[in-house]
């Protein structure tokens, strides 16, 4: 092979590649271009998003009979919150269409019967995130947060000693920072979002061989133990959290199990 065609073929096998870069720029603008500009519509609406977020707490501070507030110790701290919750809520709202915008760079490269796999789960990805995040929020935030708050001391007109004693009696209240309810809101938001990522995950390795039904069922026990340590390092150290989001994910490996046994072909020496 002469010198000129060696490089004219170095040439052609480059320009794919070159191709592949210049379409992964595109699709990783378009996905910044969609965060920054949901970053910004958010940090405009952020003190009603986080007005949202503290609704449970708002309520379970009236049922206790008690006028709902938070502080802030830091100047700055309000500033960083929003900013913060701006940027988590521009990511959720926007990861189906960088979701859109990763499969267009992905499908290409892939068959028919590759992309009518995957497809299904592109579209179940979001729809069982929401639902988790759902749960924790009208199910599992406001019991937890009236968990919390029973363990104030109210201490003004207490009996004392069998007499009322209100100069000496404590007073312990619960009074949240903005930042640290932000934080422990988003932290179970996202810890159940995430769980409810277990029928996608399990689903994809039984379409490749990893898992089958049938293994699944004799693992059992170990998703128990499994699923509570999740459960406690993913949550507040509170029964109710961690129950409350344990008994989901085995609920969810069973559906799982289901499933696979129905769309799935196994193996003939696990069916």
């Known amino acids: 092979m002469s010198e000129e065609a060696a490089e004219e073929k170095i040439e052609e096998s480059s320009a794919p590649l070159l191709d592949h870069l210049i379409e992964l720029r595109t699709r990783l603008i378009w996905s ?31 049922s206790f009979g008690k006028e709902p507030k938070m502080i802030f110790t830091g100047l700055q701290d309000k500033f960083f919150v929003n900013i913060r919750l701006s940027f988590y809520v521009a990511l959720a709202v926007t990861f189906p269409m960088v979701s859109i915008q990763i499969w267009k760079f992905v499908a290409p490269g892939l068959y028919k019967n590759e992309r009518n796999a995957f497809l299904p789960f592109l579209a179940g990805t979001p729809i069982l995130f929401v639902l988790g995040a759902s749960i924790a929020y009208y199910l599992v935030i406001p019991n937890a947060w009236a968990f919390f708050m029973s363990y104030e001391v109210g201490g003004v007109g207490e009996l004392v000693a069998g007499e009322l004693n209100n100069a000496s009696s404590l007073q312990i209240q619960s009074l949240p920072a903005v930042k640290e309810y932000l934080s422990l809101t988003i932290l179970l938001m996202f810890a159940f979002g995430l769980s409810f990522q277990l029928p996608i995950l399990l689903l994809l390795l039984a379409r490749v061989g990893f898992v089958t039904a049938k293994g699944l069922a004799e693992k059992r026990k170990y998703t128990v133990i499994a699923a509570f340590c999740f459960a406690a390092f993913m949550t507040p150290p509170d029964p109710i959290s961690q129950v409350g989001l344990a008994i989901p994910i085995l609920i969810l490996y069973e559906i799982s199990i289901i499933v696979i046994k129905l769309t799935i072909k196994q193996p003939e020496e696990d069916v």
Request: proline share 3%; net charge negative; charged share 10%.
């Open 32 to 62: 910044v271009a969609y965060i920054l500009v949901a970053f910004c519509v958010c940090l405009v609406f952020a003190d009603y998003i986080y007005n949202f977020l503290a609704q449970p707490f708002v309520d379970v501070a009236k």
